[in-house]
């Protein structure tokens, strides 16, 4: 039974020596390594990448499939998901060097079925949004960069809100969130983020002189 270190290298700060290294450390011994260079967990589905595709034929059942994380496989939610199920489908053992966690087909148990896919299901979801706050963080530092260039004060995200909502909102403190969203026509998300942080609201008004 072999056991193969999937790396998949998408910037120049990441590079397959590191992930081997974490791999060994944590007690792995690891028969080969195969690698996808520059390819996006976003964007580029498992079965689409060269070496991932490559993967299914190679790997049998008893194998097992170490990644540093669940995001090397992906940062899509469905396609983590549904390659993690289908190497289990195929007796393949998926595990991950952060955490420790094992991925396996061979409970029978339905209960212990339901956790383990709540678990693939919940880490499939976390690499997707974790993706999607780094894209909304490297958006807001070329929107900062720009605005410097520019000699522009960079004012930050406009906010779906005025002050007269802003206000009835703070008055309507203790009353449901239904209640206030009815009164103000925001949306319960951002009432849940003025109700949160009233002064990051009114720093974000304050610099949008709305």
């Known amino acids: ?16 020596e590191h992930q081997l290294m974490q791999a ?3 007690g792995f011994r690891i028969d080969q390594v195969v690698a996808d260079h520059g390819v996006s967990g976003v964007t580029v589905a498992f079965k689409e990448r060269p070496n991932g595709k ?44 952060i955490n420790n966690l094992t ?12 956790v ?3 678990l693939i299901g919940f ?3 976390t690499a997707q949004a974790n993706a999607e706050a780094i894209k909304e963080a490297q958006r807001g530092g070329i929107a900062l960069a720009r605005a410097k260039e520019g000699g522009i004060k960079y004012r930050g995200r406009k906010p779906s809100f005025t002050h007269r909502q802003l206000t ?43």
């Open 116 to 118: 383990r896919d709540a």
């Open 103 to 114: 991925f396996d087909g061979a409970s029978t148990d339905p209960m212990q079925q339901a």
């Open 54 to 97: 490559r993967l299914f034929d190679m790997l049998r059942g008893g194998d097992s499939l170490v990644v540093r994380w669940v995001d090397r496989l992906g940062r899509n939610y469905g396609d983590v998901r549904d390659t993690i199920q289908e190497f289990m489908r195929r007796g393949v053992v998926v595990r991950t060097v």
């Open 123 to 125: 880490l499939a979801a």
């Open 168 to 210: 009835t909102v703070r008055e309507m403190d203790g009353q449901s969130v239904g209640e206030i969203a009815k009164a103000t026509g925001l949306s319960r998300q951002t009432i849940y983020r003025i109700k949160a942080d009233p002064v990051a609201a009114e720093s974000m008004l304050a610099n949008w002189a709305t």
């Open 24 to 26: 060994e450390a944590a």
């Open 1 to 16: 039974m072999a056991t193969i270190l999937y790396a998949r290298v998408s910037t120049i700060e990441q590079t397959i």
